[in-house]
């Protein structure tokens, strides 16, 4: 018994140092980057850091902007919040990205951002 | 089979409606090394949204042995896919050391061990040489196929249009499958031009005991499926054949003729299995 309750402090430790060492490095951009293609059906992001309280920069043409520019606009707003990224500059350039794809890429590109590609290479 | 490049939305998102039996994400050969995360990330998002219809999906993830394997499971397997493809497939144990990693990622979510299946690809002379203990050892390899342009890379040939080198390495897998009772898809024809060449290939793996063929460009589904799917003659004979079969088997006959021909079991069964392909039952 004693055994399992000495894992169960162990795994809560591991749990604590995990989430706090993903929320400290996804805070922080660290390099520009971009993910996406010009292709259609893609967007292209690119994510630059900004200093500290510059606010957020963003850019964002779509060739179907009359259409779907504030869902757009709204993903994105949306994955920067989740990602707690306040200071960057992101330009994107939509040629009629499903839902799925703005995401993956805008995943991507954020990842890239701090230097996180795990499973790729640079 | 069609082969859906990993990184391309558009052709990912359409996947359903090419017509194919079943479509292969690849995150493997038709990714750029500096993309793969890219890619990885995107077949995972779609895969949670798109509606492939009645399209199998599978998806071809990288070697183990790349720093992009383990990433590619952790993402993919979740998703449970119809089946996961593994590339340069080489011995019956890299097959279990990779269900091993499988089955943990999917105790770690919940999910069971027998709904995802395996793709072996057979693509390196040592994998040739170890097919029948990989295609028969696990009961989650489910099929078997055979990579032309890496198997002939690894022999250090040229692949020709005759396919004359690799004609032993096709053979000898169809056989590891057929004595394990899985399938065997039979590799891509790569001049998507030549239509005339496709057909003559196609018609050969049929020949020789492919269940299918995978492609590189929707064009070349047509082809494929008119050469798989058993002709409006092939399937009036067969029918023809099962039913005179329940027939005599009723009044307890087993061996009998059809136009002076003998009709025994093994006639039937190649007859019962153009039915299934036909989706056609004997009342």
């Given amino acids: ?122 | 089979m069609l082969y859906i490049p990993g990184n391309n939305p558009a052709m990912i998102q359409q996947g359903g409606i090419y017509g194919a039996d079943s479509i292969l994400l690849d995150l493997e050969d038709a990714v750029a090394l500096n993309q793969k995360d890219a890619a990885r990330t995107l077949v995972r998002n779609m895969m949670k949204v798109i509606n492939f219809y009645d399209t199998e999906v599978c998806v071809r993830v990288n070697h183990l042995s790349t720093p992009f394997g383990l990433a590619d499971l952790e993402e993919i397997v979740p998703l449970q896919p119809s089946a996961i493809r593994y590339p340069k497939t080489e011995s019956s144990e890299e097959v279990a050391e990779l269900l091993k990693i499988i089955e943990k990622i999917e105790d770690r979510h919940g999910l069971p061990h027998n709904k995802m299946t395996l793709h072996a690809m057979i693509e390196t002379a040592m994998g040739v040489q170890n097919v029948f203990s990989i295609a028969s050892k696990f009961s989650r390899v489910d099929a078997i196929t055979i990579g032309g342009q890496d198997l002939t890379a690894d022999m250090n040939i040229i692949y020709t249009p005759d396919g004359v080198g690799i004609d032993f390495a096709r053979k000898r897998i169809i056989m590891a499958a057929k004595a394990s009772h899985i399938d065997v898809i039979d590799t891509v024809f790569p001049d998507v031009n030549d239509e005339d060449g496709l057909r003559k290939e196609t018609e050969y793996a049929k020949k020789i005991g492919f269940t299918g063929k995978a492609v590189i460009n929707p064009r070349q589904i047509d082809i494929i499926h008119e050469v798989f799917t058993p002709t409006e003659e092939e399937i009036r004979k067969a029918y023809h054949i099962v039913k005179e079969f329940k027939t005599n088997s009723a009044a307890g006959i087993g061996v009998f003729a059809i136009d002076g021909k003998m009709i025994d079991a093994p006639v039937v069964a190649r007859a019962e299995y153009i039915l299934k392909l036909a989706n056609v039952t004997v009342g």
């Fill in chain 1, 1 to 122: 018994m004693k055994y399992h309750i000495g894992n169960y402090f162990i795994e809560i430790e591991d749990q604590w140092r995990h989430l706090k060492h993903h929320k400290s490095i996804k805070m922080k951009p660290k390099i520009a980057a971009q993910s996406g293609t010009f292709e259609s059906s893609d967007v292209i992001f690119l994510i630059e850091p900004l200093p500290d309280n510059s606010g957020r920069k963003l850019e964002i043409s779509s060739t179907v902007m009359q259409q779907f520019g504030t869902s757009f606009n709204r993903i994105v707003v949306e994955m920067l919040d989740y990602y707690e990224l306040t200071d960057i500059h992101l330009i994107a350039k939509d040629k009629g990205a499903l839902e799925p794809t703005i995401k993956a890429r805008l995943e991507t590109a954020i990842k890239r951002s701090l230097d996180q590609q795990e499973g790729t290479l640079k």
